[in-house]
């Protein structure tokens, strides 16, 4: 089946730090989803991105449609104690339905 | 927006006894979904969630250990059948909304 490699697994980063994370896979995806979970909490949706090419803010965080739509990357700026959490990417291969296709997540935990 | 209410947000069940996890949407939504979050993973889609007909089922999930309704185009429920400790896991609901897909903040089943 469709498979989303996600990494790093998790990372070690000072606050202040920029991060990066990214999700590579050989289908194409039509979207590409990034999403926070924090500890107790479903995820919540940080990006959404629906075109090859499309490099989309949200505050500090940047997120970027790869233009042969098999990957996808999140970068975080200047990381703050409440960025830590899971953050997950996840594809949609379809608009016909919504099944989405999950990466394994990257835990960012910020030293102290 | 859409805002997903669950419950029980968690709760600790007995060997072979059932759960029925409720899911509440704010709005009317056109797709409601059911995952689960096994300790440390991703997401796994159990099923879509149809309003008036039978759920749909992905591989590896059956009707009878995970019988889902689906009365109307806000509410659903999960029922978890004959658990086991394997069933502890997180449990989450999510919809279909303005062309996004919200999460409820997941029911945390443990299983002695």
């Known amino acids: 089946g469709q498979q989303l490699n996600q990494s790093p697994q998790s990372m070690f980063i000072q606050e202040g730090e920029d991060v990066s994370m990214n999700c590579t896979s050989s289908s194409i995806f039509n979207t590409w989803l990034w999403y926070k979970q924090d500890p107790g909490e479903g995820p919540v949706l940080l990006i959404a991105?629906?075109?090859a090419g499309e490099l989309t803010s949200n505050g500090r965080l940047t997120a970027q449609f790869g233009i042969t739509r098999k990957d996808s990357f999140l970068n975080i700026s200047a990381s703050i104690p409440s960025d830590v959490g899971i953050y997950f990417c996840?594809?949609?291969?379809?608009?016909?339905?919504?099944?989405?296709?999950w990466g394994a997540g990257t835990k960012l935990i910020i030293k102290p | 927006s859409a805002v997903i209410s669950q419950k029980p947000s968690r709760d600790i069940c007995q060997r072979g006894t059932s759960l029925t996890i409720q899911c509440q949407v704010d709005s009317q939504v056109t797709m409601m979904f059911w995952y689960r979050q096994q300790p440390g993973q991703s997401l796994t889609l159990i099923a879509t969630a149809n309003q008036g007909s039978e759920a749909t089922y992905e591989s590896g999930f059956v009707i009878d250990k995970f019988p889902i309704s689906r009365p109307n185009l806000t509410f659903s429920t999960l029922t978890v059948s004959n658990m086991s400790p394997e069933d502890s896991s997180i449990y989450l609901c999510s919809a279909r909304g303005s062309g996004e897909l919200f999460f409820g903040e997941g029911s945390r089943l443990t299983v002695l």
């Open positions: 991105l629906y075109k």
């Open positions: 996840a594809g949609l291969l379809s608009d016909s339905n919504y099944q989405l296709i």
